[in-house]
């Protein structure tokens, strides 16, 4: 086992993020995906954005090719044995992550098994493993080339050791770790979903539009990107699915997913990914 390989488990945005950030950082990367056709575009997105910095000057040409070199991609799970991290981002259904969790869990007796989740329980997921102590989260933000926040969340089970491992992980990442909780939605996703889901009321109550709310933030509250935008960047399946994990974990009305927000979903109106959500898209 080797310090310097980390495993991918899911080669959508998050994922191709997380193993283009670990590629450039001079790490071995083996992405996995069920999907051939899937790893096939996370090549060719993770070779474009590296283009980009290279475009940029923040890397050089020899750099770029350096960490696609790097970058292996498979669709069998047990290629992953010998990675000393395994880092988890498959899409938010609890069923699918507890079950590549027990599979994980029996590659190997030494890898730390982290989960990008952004609001599912680790101490759930650490339950189903046979070495729950080397379970931990490590919660990344789209877009996780540019963005430097890790949340590294701790279940009932991590270790210290584990902990301090992935907060170093991070660290020789350039981002910075941000230690929190085991609890619904963690730090960031619990202030800032259900912000979204407020804005999505006040545009189904007819308060404003789209546009002026996201107006509004920005001037008004020194936004970057107003909330309404940022749900369509994020994915308006993942908040909804965000806002459904708060309101089970805490049992409070205030979490009620916006009904809007639900109908939005349930026409396939996902936001960027699906050229449509608060906003129209090419």
């Known amino acids: 086992m080797s310090d310097k390989t980390i495993g991918v488990v899911g080669a959508g945005t998050m994922g191709q993020g997380i193993a283009q950030v670990v590629a450039a950082s001079g790490f071995t990367v083996r992405l996995y995906d069920v ?6 575009r996370a090549e060719a997105n993770i070779d474009k954005g590296l283009s980009k910095l290279v475009a940029k000057e923040k890397i050089s040409e020899a750099d770029r090719n350096a960490a696609l070199a790097r970058l292996s991609t498979t669709t069998t799970l047990d290629t992953l044995s010998d990675c000393a991290v395994i880092i988890e981002a498959a899409p938010e259904q609890p069923e699918l ?69 992935i907060e170093q992980l991070a660290i020789a990442l350039g981002k910075t770790a941000v230690p929190v909780g085991d609890a619904p939605g963690f730090a960031v996703n619990r202030l800032l979903v259900p912000m979204i889901n407020e804005a999505a009321f006040i545009v189904q109550e007819g308060t404003a539009t789209p546009e002026a709310v996201d107006d509004a933030m920005k001037l008004g509250a020194a936004h970057p990107m107003g909330p309404l935008a940022l749900a369509d960047l994020i994915g308006l399946d993942v908040c909804l699915a965000i806002m459904e994990v708060l309101q089970e974990g805490f049992g409070d009305p205030k979490y009620r997913p916006c009904p809007l927000l639900k109908r ?19």
């Not at 999907?35 to 096939?40: H, K």
């Open 97 to 165: 992550k507890e079950q590549l969790f027990r599979d994980l869990s029996r590659l190997s007796s030494e890898a730390i098994l982290a989960s990008n989740t952004s609001s599912l329980s680790l101490t759930r997921l650490a339950a189903v493993c046979e070495r729950p102590e080397r379970v931990v989260g490590m919660h990344f933000f789209n877009p996780v080339p540019v963005l430097k926040l890790v949340e590294v969340i701790r279940a009932e089970q991590t270790s210290n050791e584990t902990v301090e491992r």
């Open 35 to 40: 999907a051939e056709e899937q790893l096939s």
């Open 264 to 282: 939005m979903v349930a026409a396939g109106y996902l936001g960027r990914k699906s050229g449509r959500g608060f906003y129209h898209y090419d």
